[in-house]
Structures are given as structure tokens and as C-alpha cells.
């Protein structure tokens, strides 16, 4: 593998590989805890990790809503800032879908343009699936006396095969207790623009998920994704059901001596 953008050597001589961090726009503004833990396990795992000043937004809402001229705009600034780099890591299934999967859709058409993308593409991965699928960590060096249900959002699971992984992390945390959510695969409703276009039908999908996340009396309920993370606790808080909720990378960093998602600081 090609060294990029000054990789550094282990002790033993080899060549750590370069990871750049794509934030994404939810972490940045709304759980900067998110990419500290990210930047934990990944440096954990032996990497070499850079965030990239230029990043921005993936596109995914403009890709979403069909401007495609928007949406090509912002690729091209995104792989210009981080094609330079052994891999791109994202903490959600969601944007790494679009970096990954979308990116090349809206370059087929573009020879000049085409094979760049595909390359760029290729280096991107969700953060748990890079951590086991690429780098072989098969446990984490985290505790937490704690009750957990996970939920399978929906781009990292059926985009990105993201569904044993997290588990595989999740159960090696000392005194974790995985409780499996009843149809932990079933959307929770926020689709990003589709809660703000469809609030009603968001409203009735995230409800049942509130209630399958209530029937597991779990203490902690947790997800790769900040968006459904956002949407289902705020659901869970206005049918009063008590329960924390975290980014998955916050446990398997070890650091939940913050608040949760929607706690008061």
C-alpha cells in the first residue's frame, strides 16, 4: 500500500497507514465527542489520522433531493481535499454510503472525472467497518456496566453491510450486556430531509421504533448514525422514556463520562 501524505513508521519499521477523518456536518455541529472518539480508535488501531481542513458537507441532501449540479459541486471539493490519503473513515453509515457508493453515480458519465471518483471511493469506509474489516481489531480496550440496544441504521446496513461489526466491538467492552432491539433493522423515520418533507410519516415510524427501544429496558441505546441517533432520542424524551443514547464510537472509545445525546451539559 502507498504511503500518502507523510505516513510515519511504527516501531518496528512498517508504515502506518494515513487515515483522514471525515467529521461529517452532525458531529461537527452538534456531537464533537463523536470525532474525539473516532480519532481515538482509529489511532488505536495503529493509523496515522489527519482531518482535512477543506472538507465539508458529502452532499448527501442535494444528491437526495435530485440537484445534481449542487451535489457534483461538493464532491469534487470533498475528493479534492481528501483523495490524498490511504483511507477516509467516516463516522456514519449514511455519508460514507455517499462517499462510497454515490459518488461513483454521479461520475459514470464523466471520463475525465470517472476513474478519480472510482479510486477516491474505494479508500472509504465507515469508521466500525474499517476497524474490523480493514485494520483486524477485534476488541476494544473500553468497560461499561451497562445495558446496551443497538440500532442498524439504514445506509450503513444495507449500503455498506454494517451489521456484525459493531456487535463484534460491542461485546468485547467489559461489563457490557448486548440486548438485541426488536427490528433493529426497521428504519427509524428521520431519512434526513424525508422527517422535514414527511413529518407525520416520520412521526408514526419513529413512535414504533420508541416503543421496541422502550420493550428492551436497555440502559443505553446506541447507533452509528447521529441523524437517527438525533431523531430517535428525540422522540424517546417526548414520550418520556428514559433512556440514554450514544454514538457507538463513544462507548468503544470509552468515553461516556459526557453527557448523552440530548443531556444537559
Avoid at 208 to 235: E, Q, V, Y
Wanted: hydrophobic fraction near 40%; glycine fraction near 8%.
Amino acid at each position: 500500500m502507498r504511503a500518502a501524505h507523510g505516513a510515519c513508521e511504527h516501531r518496528d519499521g512498517t508504515l502506518k497507514p494515513t487515515v483522514a477523518l471525515f467529521v461529517t456536518c452532525l458531529v461537527d455541529l452538534f456531537r464533537p465527542s463523536v470525532g474525539f472518539a473516532a480519532i481515538k480508535l482509529i489511532e488505536h488501531a495503529g493509523c496515522r489520522l489527519v482531518v482535512p481542513k477543506g472538507q465539508t458537507c458529502c452532499g448527501q441532501p442535494a444528491f437526495n433531493a435530485g440537484d445534481r449540479a449542487d451535489a457534483i459541486a461538493i464532491a469534487k471539493q470533498v475528493i479534492a481535499a481528501f483523495e490524498g490519503y490511504d483511507y477516509v473513515v467516516a463516522p456514519s453509515g449514511s455519508c460514507a454510503a455517499t462517499l462510497k457508493k454515490h459518488y461513483p453515480e454521479l461520475f459514470a458519465d464523466d471520463a475525465e472525472w470517472a476513474p478519480r471518483v472510482e479510486a477516491f471511493s474505494a479508500k472509504v469506509f465507515e469508521l466500525v467497518s474499517f476497524l474490523t474489516d480493514v485494520r483486524g481489531v477485534k476488541d476494544v480496550c473500553a468497560s461499561l456496566n451497562a445495558s446496551v440496544t443497538y440500532h442498524d441504521s439504514c445506509s450503513g446496513l444495507r449500503e455498506l453491510g454494517v451489521r456484525q461489526q459493531p456487535r463484534q466491538l460491542l461485546q468485547s467492552v467489559k461489563g457490557l450486556r448486548l440486548k438485541e432491539l426488536p427490528e433493529s433493522d426497521v428504519c427509524c423515520g428521520f431519512g434526513g430531509t424525508f422527517c422535514v418533507k414527511y413529518p407525520d410519516v416520520s412521526n408514526a415510524i419513529v413512535g414504533k421504533k420508541a416503543k421496541h427501544i422502550a420493550s428492551t429496558r436497555a440502559d443505553m441505546l446506541l447507533a452509528g448514525d447521529l441523524g437517527c441517533l438525533m431523531n430517535m432520542d428525540g422522540k424517546l424524551k417526548r414520550e418520556a422514556i428514559a433512556i440514554e443514547v450514544r454514538h457507538i464510537a463513544e462507548v468503544l472509545a470509552g468515553m461516556t463520562d459526557k453527557p448523552p445525546i440530548g443531556g444537559k451539559l
